[in-house]
């Protein structure tokens, strides 16, 4: 809020000092890009605590990595959109402040006679560092989306799936009726008392043991 800043400079007099402000209002992209940065940091720090103390609700039914996906996602293109508004926000104040441009506000400096020079330029450096900081979290928060997506079960299915389909068809025909149920060594066919366990034909168990026991027993 520039408008609100007022300093005394000096008249041609000498004895009198006018009062002047600065131009501009640019508290809108820092208040915006403050409150993602406020909001992200709680989040990160109930994120930190959920996945500590409450790893086992978390992955209940999915719900816990699914949030945590959408919210990533979101925070992500918050902080490109709040960096860009205060890296705009910030150039804007530079001009504003620029030591011509203030100049060009004194009632003395505007007579040719007189020659304005500023004393010292404005320190921006710590301004110039939180946008470089807003970026870097951007930078952060997209490449933890990455993470965030292995969490979830739309990356484990998308696995998962190929692999089921490529282990049904061996298992078809190795443990179908081709090599265990019908010529196998156990199948069907070989084993001794297959016949004689269906009680339609009569009592013995095998027709391979002797036959006179068979008919003996039916008499």
């Given at each position: ?43 990160s720090l109930a994120a930190t605590v959920v996945y ?82 807003g970026y870097l979290n951007f930078i952060l928060w ?78």
């Amino acid at each position: 809020r520039l408008h609100r800043v007022n300093f005394e400079a000096p008249t041609c007099e000498g004895k009198r000092r006018e009062t002047l402000a600065l131009i501009g209002d640019f508290s809108s992209s820092a208040e915006f890009f403050v409150t993602i940065a406020v909001f992200a940091f709680l989040y990160s720090l109930a994120a930190t605590v959920v996945y500590i103390f409450f790893q086992n609700k978390y992955r209940e039914n999915n719900r816990g990595p699914l949030i945590d996906f959408i919210v990533t996602v979101v925070f992500s293109f918050l902080w490109l959109v709040s960096s860009s508004a205060w890296a705009k926000g910030l150039s804007d104040v530079k001009v504003a402040t620029d030591p011509d441009e203030v100049l060009l506000l004194l009632s003395a400096c505007k007579q040719q006679s007189n020659k304005c020079l500023p004393v010292r330029s404005p320190v921006m450096s710590s301004l110039n560092t939180s946008v470089v900081f807003g970026y870097l979290n951007f930078i952060l928060w997209a490449g933890n989306i990455w993470f965030v997506f292995k969490e979830t079960g739309w990356h484990s299915s998308g696995q998962r799936h190929p692999a089921d389909t490529m282990d049904k068809h061996p298992s078809g025909y190795n443990q179908g009726g081709y090599n265990q149920d019908s010529y196998g060594p156990a199948g069907g066919y070989n084993q001794p008392g297959s016949y004689g366990q269906v009680g339609e034909y009569g009592q013995s168990q095998n027709y391979g043991q002797s036959g006179p026991t068979s008919f003996a027993n039916q008499i």
